[in-house]
């Protein structure tokens, strides 16, 4: 609260910031003279300077003081610019008001400018940060509104991933290829209506840019003032607790073809011009033989999504705005440009290396590196990688290509978006037919979680910078008609050249977070019984592996519990001289005093009293232990 000025309510009056002049309104009306007000001698860093200083009690109720002007009181003051002024009103409080407009901004260009660059690197990735603060705030599911398992990020005109906000590496890399089924489909009218003003289109498909069904795409397309096309999209992927297939949660431990896996949505409309279609999206939620079991939260947490894009298509609309349209789009081309150069440099001090990884089920991702040092480029091949599977491990394309980009960025130091210039330097060479590149139908849920780790693993340990994580995600995901939950568990990250593993984290390819117990137990009839690292576990060397954590769920209620999980039969490998970690395992402990061991993959019944227990892998050792 501010003193009320002394005098009240006489004659009003500008002071104005040269000469400490002072024009009351009668002086002004007669062309008098002006009064003058005695000014306070300015103190010895404000003397010589054009700022008039004048005491607050002086002032009184309609008083304007144009600036530049410093009011000062007992306890505070107050600094009037150039272009504002300052008003006291009836209830003593001191208005300031811009007076004369602001200058218009001198034009940027569309030349890359070093300090204008790193300004748009920042204002791309904070728009899609600001997407995924409203994405959380808005939606009402425990695994996107607790467990953050969503992503956000910008696309150009032609669907390259521009800027994300740091959120899970496995959706950022592989939602551009989304955007270009998009694109593809429905640009240029080639499906008869075309893109248009107010769309939203909704996207899973496995095979045409999507991850697994449970992780569900809005994609937005921006329109600049006045134009008839695109000129960028926005997308926010987000894992939904359950879209049908035959195991509560959508994660089925035993799933043999994407049929059994959930609802398909294959660039479905989801906004027409503006027009939810809301109607239309149960009709296809509750279609096939397997259902979405809660379609209420699928809705729920497609308007939150579609909130989030809505608000990263305004922010995009508002720089172009206040930029210009050209300059946006030339310095969206910049930060493609910079990222390929960043990779060049990195290119150029890799060597060539190769590393072949066995998993749990017997196959194997097998990765060469070859680093051509003239021309700055590398070719990355998958050739010698298992054929496609029988079971759900098999990793759509896009994965691939997003463990690819994740590798390629977390080896630059340079402060950049994460984004597809970053592979403009490298040939991905991924067999069809391989589990790394399947065909429809093959059943890929375990592709998006288990193998993408196992892919990431694979590249870091032949370049030799890192070694392999816990390899997994461990899946825990349970419920029945009424609750449905999904989680990934943290565990051990590998060591390096120059330092130690880190225990109990959430590595590469996820970067959700687990619920709080607090809030776990209150929406879901569970107890969490321990949650603790699980000490040992991660390998020794120079340099040791990270620890994986120890997680016991007691059940109230009967439920069908699944896990899906790598890294149970063999463990994560060391390099460079450096032992492997230990290996994870799952068990439960019934009511009855009995144990149950489990394999990697499983769907076991839960009655009250049952307790589930995961114990996750460490993180590989780098080094002989000296």
Request: include cysteine.
């Amino acid at each position: 609260s501010s003193p009320r000025a002394a005098g009240g309510g006489g004659p009003s009056k500008t002071v104005e910031g040269q000469g400490a002049t002072v024009f009351t309104e009668a002086a002004a009306k007669s062309s008098q003279s002006p009064s003058t007000v005695q000014a306070r001698s300015p103190s010895p860093p404000l003397r010589g300077r054009e700022e008039l200083m004048i005491k607050r009690s002086s002032i009184t109720p309609g008083d304007t003081i144009a600036g530049p002007a410093l009011i000062f009181e007992q306890t505070a003051t107050t600094i009037v610019e150039p272009g504002w002024q300052a008003t006291l009103d009836d209830h003593a409080n001191l208005i300031l008001t811009r007076a004369v407009p602001r200058q218009a901004d001198h034009a940027i260009g569309t030349e890359a400018d070093p300090v204008m660059l790193e300004i748009f690197n920042n204002l791309f990735m904070a728009i899609a940060e600001e997407m995924g603060v409203a994405l959380q705030n808005t939606a009402s599911s425990v695994n996107i509104k607790e467990r953050l398992d969503f992503s956000c990020a910008l696309f150009d005109s032609g669907g390259a991933l521009i800027a994300n906000a740091p959120h899970i590496p496995v959706h950022l890399g592989s939602m551009g290829d989304s955007i270009r089924t998009i694109i593809e489909a429905r640009g240029g009218g080639v499906d008869g209506r075309g893109i248009r003003r107010g769309d939203a289109y909704v996207l899973n498909a496995p095979y045409r840019g999507g991850t697994h069904l449970p992780d569900i795409t809005v994609i937005v397309p921006v329109f600049y003032e006045g134009a008839d096309e695109p000129a960028a999209f926005v997308a926010a992927r987000g894992h939904h607790a359950d879209i049908g297939g035959i195991a509560p949660g959508s994660m089925p431990s035993d799933s043999r073809s994407i049929e059994q896996e959930g609802v398909l949505l294959d660039n479905a409309l989801l906004v027409d011009e503006g027009r939810f279609l809301e109607a239309d999206m149960r009709t296809v939620l509750g279609a096939g033989d397997h259902p979405a079991r809660n379609p209420d939260r699928n809705i729920s947490d497609l308007k939150a999504q579609l909130a989030a894009c809505t608000r990263g298509a305004e922010e995009l609309v508002r720089v172009a705005r206040e930029y210009g349209e050209d300059v946006i789009a030339a310095y969206m081309d910049h930060v493609l440009d910079n990222a390929e150069e960043a990779v060049r440099r990195l290119i150029a001090k890799l060597d060539d290396g190769r590393f072949t990884y066995e998993m749990d089920n017997g196959a194997k991702v097998s990765v060469a590196i070859a680093v051509d040092r003239e021309a700055r480029s590398a070719t990355i091949d998958f050739t010698g990688t298992s054929e496609q599977l029988p079971d759900n491990f098999n990793a759509p394309y896009s994965i691939t290509r997003a463990a690819t980009l994740y590798v390629m960025r977390t080896l630059i130091d340079d402060a950049i978006p994460m984004n597809d210039g970053c592979l403009r330097p490298v040939e991905l060479i991924v067999p069809e037919g391989s589990m790394l590149n399947p065909q429809y139908p093959a059943a890929v849920v375990a592709g998006n979680v288990e193998t993408s780790q196992v892919v990431t693993d694979a590249l870091f340990a032949a370049t030799g910078r890192l070694a392999p994580s816990q390899g997994t995600m461990n899946n825990f995901t349970f419920g029945n008609d009424e609750h449905q939950y999904y989680e990934t568990i943290a565990g051990g990250s590998g060591a390096g050249p120059d330092h130690d593993g880190t225990s109990a984290v959430q590595v590469h390819m996820t970067n959700s977070r687990l619920t709080d117990p607090e809030i776990l137990e209150t929406r879901l009839p569970v107890v969490l019984e321990d949650f603790s690292i699980r000490k040992g576990s991660g390998g020794a060397g120079a340099h040791r592996g990270g620890d994986g954590v120890v997680r016991r769920v007691c059940f109230e209620e009967a439920m069908q519990a699944n896990m899906l999980a790598n890294r149970r039969r063999i463990p994560p490998a060391g390099i460079k001289g450096g032992d492997d970690a230990a290996p994870g395992r799952n068990y439960v402990l019934r009511l009855d005093g009995t144990r149950e061991d489990l394999p990697a993959t499983a769907s076991t019944a839960m009655e009250p009293g049952d307790v589930f227990v995961i114990e996750t892998p460490g993180g590989g050792g780098f080094g002989e232990k000296k």
